[in-house]
């Protein structure tokens, strides 16, 4: 069995602002307003990448008045981890198999 890793979550998570997104979100629960100040993104530039995440299911959003809250999945990065580590597992268990030419 070939395991693999989500090339799509890969391609989403692999741009900085994206990334920077992410690490603020796992510290807490912020809305746009904060996201613009910490990140010094212009807001439209943020929402885009903030479709992306949620489009990718990293994000959830929770409405609050006129604000939208947005709150990281942990579970999608555990499962993405989870393969990684199977991944380096396998080439550990496997580091002296090698195939003939």
């Known amino acids: ?8 979550l890969m391609r989403v998570l692999s741009d900085p602002l994206r ?8 510290r807490e629960t912020l809305c746009t307003t904060h996201l613009v100040e910490e ?3 212009r807001q439209t530039n943020l929402s885009n990448h903030l479709k ?3 489009d990718a299911g990293v994000v959830d959003t929770e409405p609050c008045g006129r604000f939208t809250y947005y709150r990281l999945r942990p579970e999608v990065l555990e499962s993405l981890s989870a393969r ?8 550990r268990a496997n580091a002296d198999t090698k195939r003939s030419c």
């Open 19 to 26: 990334l920077q997104i992410v690490t603020l979100l796992a």
């Open 1 to 8: 069995m070939v395991m693999s890793v989500d090339t799509e």
């Open 52 to 54: 992306v995440l949620r």
């Open 84 to 91: 990684f580590a199977d991944l380096a597992a396998t080439a």
């Open 39 to 41: 990140t010094g993104a």
